[in-house]
């Protein structure tokens, strides 16, 4: 292990502030320079001179923590207006055509299902999966047109949340085909198996799901928040004042309900939720202006 | 030879960040890895900078196009591993498309023949 690279880079960082920031990426550099001085070293390097061509490679330490301060003051409204991606007309066709379509589909399925219309079990079983087919055919659709604040979605994961939506619908439309007909066991057990075939997608999907908004959504909604966010002991103090209002209502409400009649319970109920909206206005909005200190 | 050098190498620079998608595309990596792959690429020629390297990972982290984690403690310390995200992979499918479409009406423009 070349010990010179810690020394080279406590020389660099000489000067620099230290911020969570600036920690962070000496720590990157570090592990990235040993690797370049391993790999010198094999090419014939002593440790120190390796350490030194590593860290020489590297440039100016101001380089890497140069920001790029790229804030221009613009209204969310002005940037949306900016970065406005209108649906795809075929898109916007196909995806009204399936809705109606789906929607027939399960209208049918439930009148069948009542008997209203013939065919029983099977036809409830065909609808519904045919209604499954065409909502999910519109969600993987969805998930792949850019919008005015996220990019398209890869494919195969779009065709993933398709095949998703459309286990968790096929596996209703089975239970409720099993429904309309108990006597066919293997109904139920399709839409059980179906069903936690689709949950895990939705979870392997949700898990391994990445950034899919534009960066001038990331800007806008970095850095906001709302009061409680920033200071939590302004959350803190909602949450004790919330349940001194709350306990002290079931108390008195108990008491005159006891004592008089039990509707006044009901007035107590409409004084803490008017107390506690209040509340919650002059704590979340109220000093706005205090918070910013 | 020394005049066309900065040029090529201001060429470079200028898809630094559309770079490092495409070799995120292959997979996550970290710092050193990615500036190897770009330097045996490159053939030694004209490199990009690592200072320019790490300046453009945070800018690609707080754009959201990358994601960032800390990799196991290996000797001397934690690997930071960037990993691309799907507006990573849109933006760079947008670049390179923008690229082979300016590729064309600059070879148009500069008079360039394929064999030449």
Redesign the interface.
């Known amino acids: 292990?070349n010990t010179h690279?810690h020394r080279l880079l406590d020389d660099a960082f000489e000067g620099v502030e230290t911020t969570a920031e600036s920690r962070?990426?000496k720590?990157?550099?570090?592990?990235?320079l040993?690797?370049?001085s391993a790999?010198l070293e094999a090419s014939g390097l002593t440790s120190a001179s390796a350490a030194q061509q590593a860290i020489d490679?590297?440039?100016?330490?101001e380089?890497?923590l140069?920001?790029?301060g790229r804030s221009e003051a613009m209204s969310m409204a002005e940037l949306h207006a900016r970065n406005k991606v209108r649906p795809q007309p075929g898109f916007v066709v196909r995806t009204t055509l399936l809705s109606v379509g789906a929607a027939v589909a399960t209208t049918l399925a439930v009148l069948a299902g009542f008997d209203v219309l013939s065919g029983g079990s099977a036809a409830v079983l065909g609808l519904g999966l045919a209604a499954a087919a065409m909502l999910g055919f519109v969600t993987a659709d969805s998930l792949r047109q850019?919008t005015s604040t996220?990019?398209?979605?890869?494919t195969a994961?779009a065709v993933g949340y398709g095949l998703a939506t459309f286990g968790v619908l096929a596996s209703a439309a089975s239970f409720a085909a099993f429904a309309a007909d108990t006597g066919r066991v293997v109904l139920a057990i399709v839409g059980g198996v179906l069903l936690l075939a689709a949950l895990g997608l939705f979870s392997w999907l949700g898990a391994t799901?990445?950034?899919?908004?534009?960066?001038w959504v990331?800007?806008t909604t970095a850095g906001s928040g709302n009061r409680f966010e920033r200071d939590e002991d302004a959350a803190a103090r909602y949450g004790i004042y919330s349940g001194v209002i709350w306990v002290a209502g079931i108390g008195v409400g108990i008491a005159l309900s006891i004592l008089f009649a039990w509707w006044w319970s009901l007035v107590v109920l409409g004084v803490c939720i008017v107390a506690s909206m209040l509340l919650l206005a002059t704590m979340l909005f109220g000093s706005k202006a205090k918070a910013n200190n | 030879m020394t005049e066309t050098d900065p040029f090529a190498a201001d060429l470079l620079r200028g898809n630094t960040d559309t770079i490092v998608l495409g070799v995120l595309r292959g997979g996550d990596s970290?710092?050193?890895?990615i500036?190897?792959a770009i330097r045996e690429a490159a053939g030694g020629d004209h490199e990009i900078?690592?200072?320019?390297l790490?300046?453009t990972y945070?800018?690609l982290e707080?754009?959201?196009?990358v994601?960032s984690y800390w990799g196991d403690e290996?000797?001397?310390?934690?690997?930071?591993y960037y990993?691309?995200?799907?507006?990573?992979?849109?933006?760079y499918r947008a670049r390179v498309a923008a690229w082979v479409a300016t590729r064309r009406i600059i070879d148009t423009l500069l008079n360039v023949k394929e064999s030449a």
């Open positions: 292990m690279i962070e990426l720590e990157e550099v570090r592990t990235n040993m690797a370049r790999e490679e590297l440039g100016p330490i380089d890497l140069g920001t790029s850019e996220n990019y398209p979605m890869p994961r799901q990445t950034n899919r908004h534009k960066q990331r800007t | 970290y710092g050193f890895e500036h190897k900078k690592e200072a320019t790490y300046a945070r800018r707080k754009d959201g196009l994601e290996s000797q001397g310390g934690r690997r930071k990993r691309i995200t799907d507006a990573g992979r849109a933006v």
